[in-house]
């Protein structure tokens, strides 16, 4: 994907022309009596690689061929046109549907053979789509199920919605909850802000304390909730913070494996949407907390590790993402105490021990207050 | 008590008391008292054995008169009773034979001879004829008529169970529409509980022979079997027993009725495959093995301590030229590298009767007796060095010297000089024993199994076969020694296998035609092995194999088991074929089997015919074949052979299977897909028909021509090489070259040009065959050696 045309990704006839330039290739293919083949990067961990220059991953040099040689491959490359078909059509009449109802429109098509067996399979059907025509999933005015996270801050946006134009104070335009992020960010236009970074946060009780405490307004920080596993749309608008108005990005998860790996989405990229990491992926943004030292530091409740945590943070040891001295320390030091910390275990101190005390050192600790 | 008391007062009157109620009883009341021992154990089984006796006799006869067989079966309920009719074309039976065929036990043709038929003991039908009357008091109602006959004969009879003879009831002459054959009629007690067992051994004698037409009808039903073929089973032949089959009992007795005089004549008379030759070499062994062989020394080839000045010394009162000249020509003679007694014998007697006539003098018993002792005195002198050649030529480098020397001296010790040195081999290796025992013992040396087998051999071919006679065959008669002796001389000469003119085996392409008519199967396999030996008499196992189709898939293998043509329908599990099949891992071949042992399942039909002179049943009743070891070898071979058959068959089809679904499942899928993209890129509709050859078939020629170039492309899909022959046949004037140093051959015929290729193309690879030509020249491509449906030839034209 072009990063220079992002805004402009919306024009239809770009993404259109293609599709079509796909199916085009299949004609071609079984016109000169080929067999009708697509090559896409094998998107396994062993086949990401880190891209130096821009600090994210990237899909390596393997690749796979889906061909019609097999019935499976046949099979995948019929569903690949009824897909192209079906999006082709959507963008002509400019419209949008949801991943899930992709897969349960499937249903619908005249062949057995076309329909999809599982979502899975229809999800990383428009996957592979993304990563051969070179668009992305918005492009194609796909949207997945997940409702986007929201921000809280000192920010003025302005969004294309459906109804028109509109511009939001992701404060004063706001309620308690914020400003929901829309599934394609870049239907967003960053009109004016006053903050001084972007704080990244996991779950939804910490979220709403730092606002009830008025965390974002003393400390002028964009408050972005994760939601857990950020959806894309949420690590979209993470990176044009951070690239467009030049905001450092903060990330504060519990203290678990799985939560490093929620950073790890935010920093790195992840496998599956690794063809998006340029687009996606915010290299630059730094892990608050809670750290394993915070934990032994700040004598925060804790819970022990289970046998999955244990072998999460074991194969993180092993993966090339977590190899800085930072990452190696902490985790080496979470195995040998054996003990695991939410972030809502700093109330444990106070109601007010995360807004006054916790975030004010971390954050200062690391330059951005 | 009193019995006590009575045998302790005199035996021999217990004895006489006793005596009186024994005596002999006949064979009819032995099988009355025993008649599960013939298969009539049961009213259900009872039937079925009357059945197979009856239709057994029937085939017999037809096919020893070369009739094809036309047989009728038919069961009657009658009130308490079964009515068991079994009639045939065959070419009848005499008047004076019907009787005892029918009504005396043991009555019959063929248990003296070695031909492979189906009765062999002459008891079934009379067992029969004994089983109705036995329960249903009637007598048997038997109706003949021979070839030619004006008339039938018609008797009603039973078996006088006292002296095993025909009690005839009636006898009549009666008109019969049929011109030849025999029908019986017999009531008994019985059940149509077995009425599987009885379809199944008629269905199956028709599986077994094709030849036959056969009709069942009984209450429930009626079942026809018509001819496949009407080839006649060949004929077979009465042959004697082989030299590799008898036991120790038979040769005796066979050594006790012979006529023969000499073994020799014996050998050949009584066996087969026996000629001179053989006879010859049978008794070589024999005599080794009875008498020994002699031990032969090297002649002292000094002159003072040699053969001549001995001789000389020993021939006394004769003229001192005859002595000296005679001396002479005994050494002279004995001049061999090695010498046995009979051979000083044999020189000394010929010697002196050539001085007898010379020199006009009598050389007689005591003077020859006196020079042979002489000879063979200076001969024996000096045995060592002779005995350490040899041990020193069998245990070769291994051990040393002082061994070697040792064991000669131990060894020599056994030999006295002056005896004949006679030794079987067994006596010899006794000796080696003891020699080499003592050295181990004193020379701290070990003479291991194999060194002594070494020295054996060595000493045992050094010593000379004596020329003496062979015992008579009346010594091999009266002594058991003797006839072990011969027999195992018979054993280890080599002796070409029985002739099989005396078996009749179904042939495998009969077997196929049995099995094709009465199963609808998708696949057939028949296996006849060749002849081997069991006992003395030689047999023939055939196999077939028949899968799919109408086969039942559920459960285990239908088994069909023959024994020289008659089906057997009891006691599978204690028969040989049974076993045999139950071990064979038919995983293997592509059967389900649970466990890899057992009798495999699906839908398949396993037979086993044995056909021997003499098949080994486990009892009378001839139900299961003896567990005997050759004939399961046979057995297994032959049902290996077959399935091996299979086996390449299920792949084929599995295979076949796969392409054909997939066919079926690209035939559904890409022609959506193309319609899809014509849709989508709105262009004109697609012609899929390339792309489905390049995907289904596996191997695509196509040929593409550009400036006088022509160039054929075989393009190989399949996961494995193929190597097809590519001939393109151009009509040109001018000779086409060949391009890029393909190799093929060129050959020009009536104005047209044959470019032969054998490319040999990898895996996903393409061979570039090309050459010159007009692109105005027509080519023709022909392409061999690829499977009709695995190939795409657009090179066609």
């Known amino acids: 994907m072009s990063t220079d045309n992002i805004i402009d990704s919306t024009d239809l006839t770009d993404t259109q022309a293609q599709l079509l330039d796909l199916a085009d290739r299949f004609y071609e293919q079984f016109n000169e009596g080929d067999v009708p083949r697509l090559e896409i990067p094998t998107r396994t961990k062993s086949n990401i690689e880190y891209d130096e220059d821009k600090n994210v991953w990237v899909y390596g040099d393997r690749t796979s061929t889906r061909s019609a040689k097999s019935v499976g491959g046949a099979q995948k490359l019929l569903k690949s046109v009824y897909t192209i078909e079906f999006l082709a059509r959507q963008l002509e009449e400019e419209r949008s549907s949801t991943l899930r109802e992709l897969y349960y429109l499937s249903e619908s098509w005249d062949l057995d053979e076309a329909q999809f067996g599982s979502q899975d399979e229809s999800n990383q059907l428009v996957e592979d789509l993304e990563i051969v025509t070179d668009a992305t999933r918005e492009d194609f005015h796909m949207r997945p199920e997940e409702s986007g996270a929201t921000v809280m801050g000192p920010l003025e946006i302005r969004e294309q919605t459906r109804r028109g134009e509109r511009e939001i104070h992701c404060q004063e335009d706001v309620g308690e909850g914020g400003y929901q992020i829309p599934n394609n960010p870049d239907t967003i236009e960053f009109l004016d802000n006053d903050a ?4 990244c946060v996991e779950t939804g009780g910490m979220r709403d304390r730092l606002v009830e405490n008025g965390f974002d307004d003393e400390y002028n920080c964009i408050v972005v909730h994760l ?16 690239d467009e108005l030049g905001l450092p990005v903060t990330v504060f998860t519990d203290g ?5 790996r929620i950073y790890g989405s935010v920093a790195y990229g992840s496998i599956k949407s690794a063809h998006l990491s340029e687009y996606l992926a915010t290299p630059e943004a730094e892990f608050v907390g809670i750290r394993p030292q915070d934990i032994v530091e700040y004598d925060l409740p804790t ?13 993180e040891l092993d993966d090339p993402r977590y190899q800085t001295e930072f990452w190696t320390e902490q985790i080496e030091l979470q195995l040998d105490i054996e003990k695991k910390s939410e972030q809502q275990s700093l109330a444990s101190r106070g109601l007010d021990f995360v807004t006054d005390t916790y975030l004010p050192e971390r954050l200062s600790e690391m330059d951005i207050v | 008590m009193t019995s006590q008391q009575s045998r302790l007062g005199g035996g021999e009157s217990v004895a006489e008391e006793l005596a009186e109620s024994q005596r002999a009883i006949s064979i009819a009341e032995f099988f009355e008292k025993n008649r599960h021992m013939l298969g009539f154990d049961s009213g259900a089984r009872g039937l079925v054995t009357a059945v197979k006796e009856g239709v057994d006799n029937s085939l017999d006869a037809c096919e020893e008169a070369g009739i094809l067989p036309d047989i009728y079966v038919e069961i009657q309920e009658n009130r308490d009773y079964y009515k068991v009719t079994i009639e045939d074309n065959g070419p009848g039976i005499t008047k004076e034979q019907l009787p005892k065929i029918f009504g005396k036990l043991l009555y019959g043709s063929r248990f003296h001879t070695r031909e492979q038929s189906r009765g062999q003991q002459g008891i079934g039908i009379s067992a029969a004829v004994l089983y109705s009357q036995l329960t249903s008091g009637k007598p048997a109602k038997v109706t003949s008529r021979t070839q030619g006959g004006e008339q039938a004969k018609y008797f009603e009879l039973i078996v006088d169970t006292d002296r095993n003879e025909p009690e005839i009831s009636r006898e009549e002459t009666r008109s019969w529409e049929r011109p030849h054959g025999t029908r019986i009629e017999l009531e008994m007690e019985a059940n149509m509980r077995a009425r599987q067992q009885l379809h199944d051994y008629i269905q199956h004698t028709a599986v077994v022979n094709p030849h036959a037409r056969i009709e069942l009808r009984e209450p429930d039903g009626r079942f026809k079997y018509e001819r496949a073929t009407d080839q006649l089973p060949a004929e077979t032949e009465e042959i004697r027993p082989h030299p590799h089959g008898v036991e120790l009992g038979t040769l005796i007795k066979m050594a006790e009725s012979t006529d023969s005089y000499s073994i ?3 050998l050949q008379e009584e066996f087969t495959r026996v000629g001179t030759k053989t006879a010859d070499a049978v008794i070589d062994n024999f005599r080794d093995r009875h008498l020994g062989r002699e031990m032969a020394w090297e002649p002292p080839r000094t002159h003072e301590a040699g053969v001549e000045s001995a001789v000389e010394e020993a021939v006394a009162n004769k003229s001192a030229e005859a002595t000296a000249d005679f001396a002479d020509r005994v050494a002279t003679a004995l001049d061999r590298e090695r010498v046995a007694h009979h051979e000083v014998v044999e020189a000394v007697d010929s010697v002196a009767e050539e001085i007898q006539v010379e020199y006009s003098t009598t050389f007689g018993s005591t003077v020859r007796g006196n020079a042979v002792d002489a000879a063979w005195m200076r001969l024996t002198d000096e045995r060592e060095s002779d005995l350490y050649v040899l041990v020193d030529a069998a245990t070769t480098r291994r051990k040393n010297d002082a061994v070697v020397q040792a064991l000669a001296t131990r060894l020599a010790a056994k030999f006295e000089p002056g005896d004949r040195h006679r030794v079987t081999r067994t006596t010899l290796r006794k000796y080696v024993d003891r020699a080499a025992d003592m050295t181990e013992q004193h020379d701290d040396a070990t003479v291991g199994e194999t060194a002594r087998e070494n020295i054996l051999t ?3 071919t050094a010593a000379r076969q004596v020329p003496d006679d062979p015992p008579k065959v009346s010594a091999v008669a009266d002594d058991r020694d003797t006839a072990s002796e011969l027999l195992e001389a018979m054993r280890e000469a080599d002796i070409i296998s029985p002739p099989t003119g005396c078996l009749a085996p179904i042939t495998s392409d009969l077997v196929d035609a049995g099995l ?30 028949a899968y799919g189709g109408d086969i039942a898939s559920k459960g285990k293998a239908a088994v069909l088991r023959f024994a020289n043509r008659v089906p057997l329908v009891y006691q599978r599990g204690a028969c040989a074929t049974t076993d045999v099949i139950k071990n064979i891992n038919w995983r293997n071949y592509g059967l389900d089997q649970p466990g890899g042992t057992g009798i495999p399942g699906g839908p398949v039909v396993l037979m086993v015919h044995v056909a021997s002179t003499n098949v080994p049943f486990t009892s009378e009743s001839k139900d299961a074949v003896a567990n005997v070891p050759e004939i399961e070898k046979e057995i297994e071979l032959a049902f290996r052979e077959s399935a091996r058959e299979l ?9 076949m299977q796969q392409r054909q679904q997939k066919q079926d499942k690209l035939g559904t899928i890409l022609p959506e897909m193309a319609q899809k993209l014509s849709v989508v890129t709105d262009r004109e509709d697609l012609d899929i028909d390339a792309t489905m050859a390049r995907i289904m078939n596996d191997v695509l020629v196509v040929r593409e021509r550009e400036h006088g170039t022509v160039c054929l492309r075989v393009e190989n899909n399949d996961d494995r090489n193929v190597e097809p022959e590519v001939t393109e046949i151009v009509e040109t004037d001018t000779e086409p070259e060949l391009l890029d140093d393909t190799e093929a051959t060129v050959v020009e015929m009536d104005g047209e040009w044959f470019l032969k290729w054998n490319p040999t193309v990898g895996s996903g690879e393409t061979a570039t065959l090309r050459y010159t030509a007009d692109d105005e020249a027509d080519c023709t491509a022909h392409v061999n050696d690829i499977p009709e449906e695995k190939l795409t030839n657009g090179a066609r034209t």
Request: aromatic fraction near 12%.
């Open chain 2, 516 to 545: 094709q008519k009465e199963y609808e199967a998708d696949f057939f396999a028949a296996t006849t092995r060749d002849a081997s030996v069991h006992g003395g008499d030689p047999f023939i196992v055939e196999t077939g194999i």
């Open chain 1, 196 to 199: 001084d970074f972007a704080l």
């Open chain 1, 227 to 242: 939601k857990g596993q950020p959806a894309r749309a949420t690590r979209r608008l993470t990176k044009r913070l951070h």
């Open chain 2, 458 to 460: 060595e000493l045992w």
């Open chain 1, 256 to 260: 678990d494996p799985w939560s490093y």
């Open chain 2, 647 to 655: 086996k390449s068959y299920l792949n084929r089809r599995r295979s």
């Open chain 2, 264 to 266: 020799s004549g014996f």
């Open chain 1, 303 to 315: 819970d022990p590790l289970s046998d999955s945590d244990i072998n999460a943070l074991e194969s």
